[in-house]
């Protein structure tokens, strides 16, 4: 009986406490349904979360709103499109002639920089200062650094002409006035009246000498002839040396009274009075070669006067021009022997001191115009497409002799783009004038100073012996330079005058607003380029497609790509495939298989990834469920191609206190972006998790057969559900990949790249077969940046794959879980069954494990302690 009572007891108590979590199950469920109407509307379970419906994948261009049904009725563009604020910068900078106010232009490759620097320069029509011409004279002073003359314009080439006319008279007048038959006879007979007075002195020597027993001969000592003293002994004559040894060796006797003592002193005397006779012969003769070179000079002075002062009067007020031609007559006049041998001709006796090479005895008196604008219309702008150091500051041109010397003169210096740009504009590469020895410290020299020195790249790396030293330009040039914009910060900061000499910066964007305009000024280039380039005309809804792509190409619904270069590429090959189809117009197919065909032709590695995805060598589950994994998504970068690939993510948890572990940050695989993200998702996980208990954890989160690196945050999200899922052992959907970056109070950020990871995943699905449950989850922000391939979009709209839009990390986790994640309630406490609420049971497991096995090595260490006193 008593054990009846007490078994009625125990069955009574026991319906009791059931009642009782009957109850309590129910007030939690309350509770949990007032969290779920008291949460905000993007906070909602998994039931009440929808996948966005086809038309919400894409931007679609209506070609009824375009306004013709083919571009050959279309103005065609010849604006700068959707590049205000470069222009701006451009307009300023082309306009402002102040020093330092030179332009970069930066941006991308294909947004059109260089072609819009050209239309900018040319519908601008900048204000310049009148052109000039430059020429280059010989240094009558100093032949090693010839003079710059500078004129205005046109006066360089009228100056060279007239230079050139003197040369031809002083090459034909010149010896005809020397050689003239009065001339002649005046010289002739000024040349023997000198020659009268030699012979009459050489005679009144050789008189005496024969008075005192002694004649004069001439003696040839090799290739020479002197004069020599001799005593005549019978019929010879010996010089006194040679007769004073035969005398002494008794083989000549001298006549009596005779003596070598009387001969020594005779022949000593005449010698000095030969030095003396030679000596005045020479002195007659300086004077007469002076007479004749001054009876020359007052023959051709009057000539050259004549022509060289019509030159003077024409340059009068250029004093430098005028005291050139003074020095051009003194050296007419000094050197008529020289100009007499070359006998009207251009070359002249050898020079066998410099190079053995005749030389032209008129080269002093040419002129090198290196820069002549006398043609020049307008402001000049040089592109320089080819910015070598020579090319950009000129050069002096040698030529080798035939003893293989190095040679050069004045007329040899040309001038580069630099001086050619003189009071203009020269546009330059940045990465090609920086990648050139020597080229950008000689362009800030030149920028800094605005004074142009030409010597060649030889003599600044110092690869040729003594050369010319022409006097430095002052040039006037504004230099443009187009580079990328990473390039323009690097400058910018490790370049400290580069600041001052760039001051300023035309920033080109990638991409525009999309409106009305720009989808007007689209068709508007397209019809341009098919009207330039000779295509085929094409149809409204194949200029729509081409819209469409490049809303595509800009990342986002709003925006539109202005690389033009890629732009203008599509549209030429889909001209080449209506070719192909011999079609009339170029429509919306041939339009879809140039994309096709461009995709094609760079998507190797991305079927190269697929394929290992498809024979599961890279492992990816696409159904079914498990805990602590789940599927991220990743974007590679190959060249120009981008595409998406599914990754797996696995978390793993257990007892102890090192937090998470970033295996990949741990490996060195980690980037920086990378590592803040997971200490982003830690920080939420201290934030939702810890008010009341520390974080006692150790917790491991990887991206499986990753060996390449990782960087970027838009996985954060991913690597916290793994987490969530493997605290909570509760298992995630394997059919669905998640991207989304997330901060620390749980909010879903945006991420890039967004279209290609969605088609990633969707390829990997569609070649396991679709399933209908299948899907992706990205950040609700990302909604406006999609562009979706239409196979992705049929398979929406059929219901086959879904995009799931999130704000939330709850609202992920539950589409994952299938589960509420668990608000808390005004007690502070979550709904029973929900998953955070079954992380926090896991957290609190966890903490009492890791203070136990605390507590147990703290009382083992204190066991093995020794008694005091002992």
Known sequence: MASDKKSGRAVRGSAKKKTRSRKQVASHRKESRRAERERPAGLRSAAARASLEASDLTWRCDPSKLGFDDTSGVAPLHDIMGQDRAIRALRLGVDLFSPGYNIYVSGVSGTGKTSTVKKVLETI????????????????????????????????????????????????ELPAAIESGSFAERKEALAESYLKRQKELFHSFEEELKKNGFILSQIRVGPVTRPEILIPIGDKAYPYEQLALLVESGQIKLAEGATLQEFAEKDDRFRKRMREVMKESRSLNAEMMEKIEGLERSAVDGLVDDFIDEIKQ??????????????????????????????????????????????????????????????????????????????????????????????????????GSMLQADGGYLVLNALDSLSEPGLWKTLKRVLTYRELVIQGIEGLLQLSTASLKPEPIDVDVKVILIGPPHLYFLLHAYDEDFAKIFKIRADFDTEISLNGDAVGQYASFVAFLAGNENLKPFTCEAVARVIEYGVRRAGRRNRITSRFGEIADVIREADFWARLSEEEKVGVDSVRK???????????????????????????????????????????????????????????????????????????????????GVLILSGYLRE??????????????????????????????????????????????????????????????????????????????????????QGVLIPEANVQD?????????????????????????????????????????????????????????????????????????????????????
């Open 125 to 172: 029509r900048p204000r310049c200062s009148g052109p000039r011409d430059f020429c280059y004279v010989y240094n009558f002073k100093n032949p090693y650094n010839p003079v710059l003359l500078t004129f205005t314009q046109g006066g360089g080439s009228l100056f060279a002409r007239r230079m050139g006319r003197l040369v031809q008279i002083l090459q034909k």
């Open 786 to 870: 999609l562009m979706l391939a239409e196979d992705v979009r049929d398979a929406v709209a059929e219901k086959r794959f879904h995009v799931y839009p999130i704000r939330r990390v709850e609202e992920g986790i539950e589409i994952l879980t299938g589960l509420d994640a668990g608000a808390r309630g005004k007690d502070g406490k979550r709904p029973a069954g929900t998953l955070y609420e079954k992380v926090e049971k896991r957290l609190v497991d966890l903490q009492k494990k890791s203070i136990e096995k605390a507590t147990g090595k703290k009382a083992a260490r204190a066991g093995k302690r020794k008694p005091r006193g002992v």
């Open 594 to 676: 140039a994309l096709h065909a461009r995709r094609d032709r760079i998507s190797l590695l991305e079927e190269k990834v697929r394929d290992r995805l498809k024979e599961k060598i890279i492992l990816i589950d696409t159904d079914g469920s498990r805990v602590g994994q789940v599927n991220g998504l990743a974007v590679f970068a190959h060249g120009e191609h981008r595409f998406g690939v599914p990754t797996r993510i696995t978390a793993a948890v257990g007892v102890g206190k090192a937090g998470i572990i970033n295996v990949e940050r741990e490996a060195k695989l980690s980037g920086n972006t990378h590592d803040k």
């Open 314 to 415: 024409a340059h009068k007020e250029n004093a430098r021009i005028v005291e050139y031609l003074d020095d051009l007559k003194e050296h007419v006049l000094s050197h008529l022997d020289r100009l007499k041998a070359a006998g009207g001709e251009g070359d002249g006796p050898p020079d066998p001191f410099k190079t053995g090479e005749p030389v032209d005895p008129y080269l002093p008196y040419r002129v090198n115009v290196i820069l002549d604008n006398s043609k020049t219309s307008a402001c000049p702008v040089i592109m320089e497409t080819n910015p070598t150091y020579n090319n950009v500051f000129g050069t002096i041109e040698r030529t080798m002799t035939r003893w293989g010397q190095a040679v050069t003169d004045f007329t040899k210096i040309k001038a």
């Open 688 to 773: 939702e998790f810890a008010r009341e208990i520390p974080l006692s954890l150790s917790a491991s989160i990887c991206f499986e057969q990753s060996y390449g690196g990782v960087d970027g945050d838009s996985a954060s999200s991913t690597e916290l559900y793994a987490i969530l899922s493997a605290l909570a052992e509760v298992p995630l959907r394997q059919d669905l990949a998640v991207t989304g970056s997330i901060n620390q109070k749980g909010d879903i950020q945006a991420i890039g790249g967004v279209n290609e990871k969605i088609e990633g995943f969707f390829h990997t699905c569609r070649e396991r077969g679709l399933t209908g449950e």
